[in-house]
Every structure is written in structure tokens, then in C-alpha cells.
């Protein structure tokens, strides 16, 4: 069965940096897109990041673009988001997640991953 | 950035009735919407996407309609299940974007 594990999420002061990495497994990794989601407590829904399977194409919010780099390495079947200059706004659960295949909507979520930006 | 926006944003139904969900796209996005349920504590599940077809095991009490900007979701006979919060999402261009959802709650 599709799984997808995040890690790296914790606590961090504003302007540090901190590495999300999600470990995929039960499906063909190096077949889909796969993007970030990101929720902010008590809110809605954010799609930050989104990668093709090849990882040649990538989108950026306008929110973390220059800050967040999102990768992926197929042969270890893992997802990473890289992110500096962390700011309060950015506190959130962040949800690795597999694109659709053929439709742009998120088929498999991870269960999340909290990131607290704070002094 | 498209904007999407969700109607009501509390809706209360006894169980066993029909509940209709409305999300409205500030520019057509054609087909490219989709329809998730997210319980408290929990991610997101898909239901629809395509704007009408239902995804891997969503029961057929739900049904999505619509096209361009106006788009509904459809849960004939609420489950115990079924209340949760409810959000549409456009993907006909980037950045994708979610409304700000439906709370679905009991009366």
C-alpha cells in the first residue's frame, strides 16, 4: 500500500533553516509528480511546492519561492523541502504528498509533519 | 492566482439527509477541480476530481458537479462519517489553490 513518511519538522527560530524529508514506498516513486501542502494551525490548505517525476520541472508559491528548494532522489524513493529564512507565517503541518496520475489533485497524503517557527 | 471560494462555511445536516456543497472559481478552471474531506487531526482524503469522478473507493453517496467556475458536492444520506471539513481545489494552473473550506457538522 502507497505509503508516505515525513520527518524533520520541530521547532526552529525565525531566519533559521530547516530539511523536511519524506520516504515513499508501495508504489513506483520515480512514476509521479509529488508536491508539499502545507497547513497552518487552525487554517486552510496551501500548495507550496510541486515536482515532476523527473524533477526537471518544479513550481514554487509565490509565498516560499527563493526561500524553499524542493528535491527528489528516485533511487533512494525520497522527497525533501528545503527551507531557509524561516518565518512565523511559515508554522505549519506539512504534508508530503503524491500527485495524481494523469490529474493534478493529490491521490496519497503523508500524515504530516509540524513546523513551528518561534523566538 | 485563481481564487476559490466555498459556500457555506458551516453547514449543519441531520444524518440521513442530503448535503449540498458549492465552490466557486474567480476564472474557469474547465474540469480541473477536485473535492477533499479532512477530519480533525487527520490529512486530507481525495473524493473527486475531474469535477465529477469519484476516486478510488468514495462511495457513490458522493457526487461532484460542475464546469468553468461554478462547481457543487453532493452527499446524498450524511454517514456518522461524513462530517468533517470539506474543500475544493482548482488545478487548471498554477499555484494550485484550495477554497477555505466547509465544516459539515450534525444538527
Known amino acids: 500500500q502507497v505509503q508516505l513518511v515525513e520527518s524533520g519538522g520541530g521547532l526552529v527560530k525565525p531566519g533559521g533553516s530547516l530539511r523536511l524529508s519524506c520516504a515513499a514506498s508501495?508504489?513506483?516513486?520515480?512514476?509521479?509528480?509529488m508536491s508539499w501542502i502545507r497547513q497552518a494551525p487552525g487554517k486552510g490548505l496551501e500548495w507550496i511546492s510541486y515536482i515532476s517525476n523527473s524533477g526537471f520541472t518544479i513550481y514554487y508559491a509565490d509565498s516560499v519561492k527563493g526561500r524553499f528548494t524542493i528535491s527528489r532522489d528516485n533511487a533512494k524513493n525520497s522527497l525533501s523541502l528545503q527551507m531557509n529564512s524561516l518565518r512565523a507565517e511559515d508554522t505549519a503541518v506539512y504534508y508530503c504528498?503524491?500527485?495524481?496520475?494523469?490529474?493534478?489533485?493529490?491521490?496519497?497524503w503523508g500524515q504530516g509533519t509540524l513546523v513551528t517557527v518561534s523566538s | 492566482e485563481t481564487v476559490m471560494t466555498q459556500s457555506p462555511a458551516t453547514l449543519s445536516v441531520s444524518p440521513g439527509d442530503r448535503a449540498t456543497l458549492s465552490c466557486r472559481a474567480s476564472?474557469?478552471?474547465?474540469?480541473?477541480l477536485a473535492w477533499y474531506l479532512q477530519k480533525p487531526g487527520q490529512a486530507p482524503r481525495l473524493l473527486i476530481y475531474g469535477a465529477s469522478t469519484r476516486a478510488t473507493g468514495i462511495p457513490a453517496r458522493f457526487s461532484g458537479y460542475g464546469s468553468g467556475t461554478e462547481f457543487t458536492l453532493t452527499i446524498s444520506s450524511l454517514q456518522s462519517e461524513d462530517f468533517a471539513v470539506y474543500y475544493c481545489?482548482?488545478?487548471?494552473?498554477?499555484?494550485?489553490?484550495f477554497g477555505q473550506g466547509t465544516k459539515l457538522e450534525i444538527k
Open positions: 481545489q482548482q488545478y487548471n494552473n498554477w499555484p494550485y489553490t
Open positions: 476564472e474557469s478552471v474547465g474540469s480541473k
Open positions: 504528498a503524491r500527485v495524481g496520475d494523469g490529474y493534478n489533485s493529490i491521490d496519497y
Open positions: 508501495g508504489f513506483t516513486f520515480s512514476d509521479y509528480f
